[in-house]
Every structure is written in C-alpha cells, then in structure tokens.
C-alpha cells in the first residue's frame, strides 16, 4: 500500500463550486478530483448549511454504492466526510434525513484529545497515524521549560494513548517501550520540538513558548479532534503580555497536523519561524526542499540501538516562507544540535496557518522517499484542492 497514493493526506478542502436545490430523495453531494493522482482517505469539508438546511442535523451518508459513509459535523459550521477519491473523477454521496426511531450505526472515534491533569497536564491527542503531546501548566509551575511539539508513534488505527497512560501511571507498563501498539521515544527538551512554532526576537534569539495555559478541546471526532490553545503571556522585545493562541486541527487518515496561529499584543512585525529540531544521532537526516514547500527531518529516536525505528517528521508550508535553512545551536541542548526551520514575518492582527506531524518506520512509512513524496504530494493538494458541489 503506497503511502503517497493510497494513504493520501486528509486536507482542508475549499468549495470551488456550489449549487443547491431540493430533491425528494436527499441531498447529494459531488466531489471531483481534478488532478489524475488518486487522493484516498481523504476528509472533505463540506458547507454545513447547504445540508442541515434541508435534512436538519440528524442525516446518514451513502456513496453511488450504497456503502455508509462516517460524517462530523465541526463546530465551525462544516460536515467531514471521508473516502478514496481517484484522479480525474467524481463521486457522489447522498444525504438522507434520519427518521425517527431509525437506528444509525455509532461511527468508531479515530481523532480523540485528552487532558492529563494527573501527568503534568499533558494535552494528548492522535488519530489512526500518530500521537502527540503538548506539556501544560503543571508542568511550567514545576519549573519546566520544554518548549516544542513531542510524538508519541503508533502502529495500530485505533486510541492507544488513554490506556498507555493509565497503564505508565498505575506502574504496570511503561509508555517509553513498544508493547505492539508504538510509544514515546522522542526527545524535545528546550527546543522546538516536531513542528513548534515561535516569534524571533529582535537580537535573532528564538523565543520558545513554554506549555500551556489553557486547553479547550473543541470536538473529538470521529474524523476530527480540535483544540483551541491558549498561552502564558510573555514579553516579546518591548511587548508585554503577548499571548499566542493556536487552533490545531488533526483528521483521520492524516500524518499532519493543520495549526493556526495567532498573536495579541504585539505593536510591530515580528520574525516568525517553524521549525524541526535535529539530534546529534542524525545530524545530517534532513532535507530542505529547494521550492521551499517543505522539511523533512529523520529522527533516529532517543535510543537508536534499541531497535526503535525510525520516526519521521515533516512541517508542509501553507504559503512559501522567505526562507528555509539549517540553523545550529550553540552550545547544543543535550542530544539537540541544531533546527531545520521556515523563517516569514508575522503582521499584529493577522494568523499563520502551516501543517506538521509525523510517521513511523514501523507504523506506516516505509523511508523517507516515502515520506519526502507524500509532503509533496500534501503540498499538491493545497494548491489544487478538490471540488465540491451540493445539488
């Protein structure tokens, strides 16, 4: 199975042509794909008014086939559906509104967030991919000062990361070794991690955020987990009491995650960057795309003579930065040894959108071919997103 091909990046689709009109038999729904690569496991977005308007909330979905389709409606006025979408072609899904007393058959949850508050208030989530952790307020009044995105690796489809963490926390199995469902063996220490984001301050020194503040996870899927983050105030350059807010978004059958990001309080343009930190177990495991679309990073793990696969990291560009590059640290942060990063500049009053996350050698990705050609292939379908039409 092709990971650029058959397990193709869920993305955020915009609908380029919408035309509505009653019918007796429900409301359907054509998506075109209008490049000839096959786009599978793909979550759509569909304009929820155009359906609720005439079936009401409570709806089914079927394909030209007759086969259920999982849907979500978001809590930003969108419906998800999700399915394999082969190049240069369209395919129809019908909505029917649900009768009472009709029995629906409950969709399993692949996107689901938690909150930790008995590990530090980790803000955990994942999808059938991967997993990831983000360090809260317990963790920063404790005197932490870990800053970047963490991954935890998954090789199965379902949640795992509830169970391992009872699990770590009732000392039975530990969440750092692989019990055939992944773990966590990634280090981020005081950088930015797997895909943080952060401002530059005006002598050029990074200024990393440090946990959260406030977490509101906004809905758990099925299709989709989002998040609204909200961070400590800190003073940038001659700015006190910014605060950044981050919106992230992962959806099923995605290795990235969507964030957008934001900042109030700042009186000027800032430098902006993402980055990718690098360790020394692989310093030179990275690649830069020369059309700037993407980085590409492969993480050897905390221990590579443990036989702990390779995880592989990717930040995809929304809009192309003025430059990408590898920048060291001096002196290194433990095993950390530089960062692969994006540099822009961030206007007050305006947000950042970019895409990151992960896979696993042993979880899906075969090697970083693999993994170079699907961020590209994400990119792609940025530019050319498929079409949607409500009849």
Known sequence: MNIYGIRYLSIVLAATAISLCSCSRGVTVSVYNPTATARNGLVVEIDASSITARLGKAFSVKDADGNAVTSQLTYDGKVLIQSDFPGLTTRKFVF??????EEVVPADTFCVGQIRHDMQDDFTWENDRGGYRLYGPSYRKGGGNVSGYDIWTKSVDYPVLASRYDDHMAGKISYHKDYGNGMDVYTVGHTLGAGMNALVLPSDEIAYPCA????DIIENGPLRMTAKITCYPETIGEDKDVVETRTI???KGSWLNRTEV????LSKEYGL?????VHKQNPDGYVLDEGKRYLVYADLTDNPKNDNGTIYIGIVNAEEPESTAYESLEPNVGDAVGHIMSRTSYKPGSSYVYYWGSGWSKGGVTDMKAWTEYLGGFH?????PLEVRVK
């Open 380 to 384: 792609d379908g940025l530019l050319h």
């Open 96 to 101: 029917k509104k649900t009768k009472d007393g």
């Open 262 to 265: 934001s900042y109030e309080g």
């Open 249 to 251: 978004t992962l959806d």
């Open 212 to 215: 959260y503040q406030e977490c």
């Open 273 to 277: 960057i993402n980055g990718i930190v």
